[in-house]
């Protein structure tokens, strides 16, 4: 059975922080890219950030970079999202996908069901 689980969503105070993960089974963990994906309320989904599985290259919303930073522990199937000095405008739903090999920031092959992700004072 294919299992994508997010976990670590919260309610965080604009400039704090909040580490998600994604673990993953059932599949060739090793040969799929893993994104990260957001969906705020009345807003189309977008991606966020991605990880290769082939060179390890990553990638990031511009809104993001500087502040967000993806790893992946290929020993745990699981990735992280570390994200800095969040403001309210990151609000939003957080998927985690896989995608066959390469990144994309619209496609996934499998989907996590999100973790809320709120940020407000």
């Known amino acids: 059975q294919v299992q994508v689980v997010e976990s670590g969503g919260g309610l965080v105070q604009p400039g704090g922080s909040l580490r998600l993960s994604c673990a993953a089974s059932g599949f060739a963990w090793d040969y799929y890219a893993i994104g990260w994906f957001r969906q705020a309320p009345g807003k189309e989904r977008e991606g966020v950030s991605c990880?290769?599985?082939?060179?390890?290259?990553?990638y990031y919303l511009d809104s993001v970079k500087g502040r967000f930073t993806i790893s992946r522990d290929n020993a745990k199937n699981t990735v992280y999202l570390q994200m800095n000095s969040l403001k309210p405008e990151d609000t939003a739903v957080y998927y985690c996908?896989?995608?066959?090999?390469?990144?994309?920031?619209?496609?996934?092959?499998?989907w996590g069901q999100g973790t809320q992700v709120t940020v407000s004072s």
């Open positions: 996908a896989a995608r066959h090999y390469y990144c994309s920031d619209k496609k996934g092959d499998y």
């Open positions: 990880i290769s599985t082939s060179d390890g290259s990553t």
